[in-house]
């Protein structure tokens, strides 16, 4: 049971069994957690209806190693009924039992890429310790941890975590390395992310309490998600420095960073570097490769590092063929992307919304909303739901063609399926609004989208004073300038040579030239 070898356990339980000896409520505890550790949620029910048919009453332990078995395998909802199970029939839930159910709210969390759903796992995490405290219960290190890895992932800001460590101090707990990773990994979602992780990893030599390879390569991640491949290698090098030594995920996280920064020239050089030291790239190090070429909008690069990838024994992966259909989208080749979405489907490999997110995407750039609505459908067809990204991209398709009416209409549908639109994806509808001339649509949305408490962006007032220009109403993009200072957003170049043609297109030099000036006396 100890080493989670349910089928040796169950050889021992048959052998006693057959022996004639009579077993206690311990002997089917044991079997239980045996089953239970080996992930085996039906088995461990199994055997706790066996605890009740021999006439036994199963016990805290009992129930906590079924709700292990649901926590380990990520269903939390299994967990939960489980525990709601043990509260009805009067068992005392012990510490490990609420441990394993907040284990389970934070392996739902990682294992999500939907920020909503990482954030009601968060919120259930934390419903759980308060659960816990109101039962008398004290929560330890391993509890505490559990929700500060969940929160993580929902993106808690440094202040919280800084919270979170106060409250633990307070309960007499001291957070540990893995508190520690927790909070850097946290700083991934912040638009600070490398000085708040390199602040955690200070605070950690602050506290005599010696950063591991794990922390470490967590600011490298932030470092990699940030494209800061300069402050990656040298973290890199302070592992080094450390006595630590750099594994292939300490490389791997270098190497994502140059391709965050659709950098090709640095992440190839970064592959020599990793072969010289004898570490043999993975997958994970060529889909870096193949995601850096389609940063850099290189079609045919991607596409050749998948070959590599093929010569090399290996098998691409989804992340691979998804990085080739983004590097076609980029170069406004759809048909090519479409190529490697089938390839992709041939081989078993779409499994989530963003592979059809980036096929979306690939029309949408081409302006060719009606195979980007067919790929909708498509999605819809296969039960995989949209996100923020598709509806923005078939928005973003729309208004290349100047469909107004239609880009509104995705707009309707994507808060009429509870995805609440962004500033992002007003800004598509105001752009289409704007390519068909519609100026009055395109304020009509800007009032929208301030009604809806979002605050417009530069590059919304931008694309509303396109709509003035394109108009020819220079008189309405100076009050919507104006709007901009009000509201103290500071109004860029583009703003102002937007300005500069609406007067031009009307043929007012006077007033063109003053804002040419007002440009240089900016300085911009």
Request: with cysteine; hydrophobic share 45%; charged share 20%.
């Amino acid at each position: 049971a100890r080493a989670s070898d349910y089928q040796r356990a169950l050889l021992y339980f048959e052998k006693a069994s057959a022996a004639g000896v009579r077993f206690n409520t311990r002997t089917f505890g044991k079997i239980t957690n045996a089953a239970a550790g080996s992930g085996l949620m039906h088995e461990a029910e199994e055997w706790l209806a066996n605890l009740r048919q021999a006439t036994f009453s199963p016990n805290n332990e009992q129930y906590g190693a079924v709700i292990k078995a649901y926590s380990r395998a990520g269903d939390i909802e299994g967990a939960k009924q489980c525990f709601a199970r043990m509260e009805i029939e009067g068992v005392t839930a012990g510490i490990e039992s609420y441990n394993e159910v907040i284990h389970a709210c934070g392996f739902a969390g990682a294992a999500t890429e939907s920020a909503m759903e990482a954030d009601t796992a968060a919120k259930e995490a934390k419903g759980w310790l308060v659960h816990m405290q109101e039962r008398l219960v004290e929560p330890d290190l391993f509890t505490y941890n559990s929700v500060l890895k969940t929160c993580a992932k929902a993106g808690a800001t440094a202040a919280e975590f800084q919270s979170w460590f106060a409250t633990m101090y307070r309960d007499a707990i001291t957070p540990d390395a893995i508190s520690y990773v927790a909070a850097i990994n946290a700083c991934s979602q912040s638009d600070s992310a490398i000085p708040q992780a390199e602040k955690w990893l200070s605070q950690m030599d602050a506290v005599a309490l010696e950063p591991h390879s794990v922390a470490i390569n967590s600011v490298i991640s932030s470092c990699a998600k940030a494209g800061d491949a300069q402050r990656a290698t040298h973290w890199l090098h302070q592992m080094e420095g450390r006595n630590l030594i750099p594994d292939l995920f300490s490389h791997n996280a270098v190497m994502d960073a140059f391709a965050t920064a659709g950098d090709t020239g640095g992440a190839e050089k970064w592959l020599q570097v990793m072969r010289a030291k004898g570490i043999v790239p993975d997958i994970v190090t060529y889909s870096a490769l193949i995601n850096a070429s389609a940063k850099a909008g290189d079609a045919a690069l991607a596409e050749e590092w998948i070959h590599v990838v093929e010569d090399a024994r290996l098998t691409p992966d989804a992340i691979s063929f998804t990085a080739v259909i983004r590097a076609c989208a980029k170069a406004c080749n759809p048909e090519r992307a479409e190529h490697w979405f089938l390839r992709m489907e041939k081989e078993g490999f779409v499994n989530s919304f963003i592979t059809y997110d980036a096929l979306i995407d690939a029309w949408a750039k081409a302006g060719k909303a009606a195979q980007a609505e067919q790929c909708l459908l498509q999605m819809l067809r296969k039960s995989y739901d949209p996100s923020k990204v598709t509806y923005t991209a078939l928005i973003h398709s729309c208004a290349k063609g100047g469909d107004v009416e239609r880009a509104g209409g995705w707009l309707l549908k994507m808060d009429q399926r509870r995805l609440t639109p962004d500033v992002v994806s007003y800004n598509a509808v105001i752009d289409a609004c704007a390519k068909a001339g519609d100026l009055a649509g395109a304020e009509r949305w800007m009032n929208s989208m301030q009604q809806a408490h979002l605050i417009p962006s530069v590059p919304s007032y931008n694309t509303l004073l396109n709509a003035c220009a394109r108009t020819c109403k220079p008189v309405m993009a100076e009050h919507w300038l104006q709007e901009m200072t009000n509201h103290r957003i500071s109004a860029n170049v583009r703003s102002l040579n937007t300005l500069i043609n609406a007067y031009a297109k009307v043929g007012n030099q006077t007033a063109a030239e003053q804002w040419l000036l007002e440009i240089k006396k900016r300085g911009l």
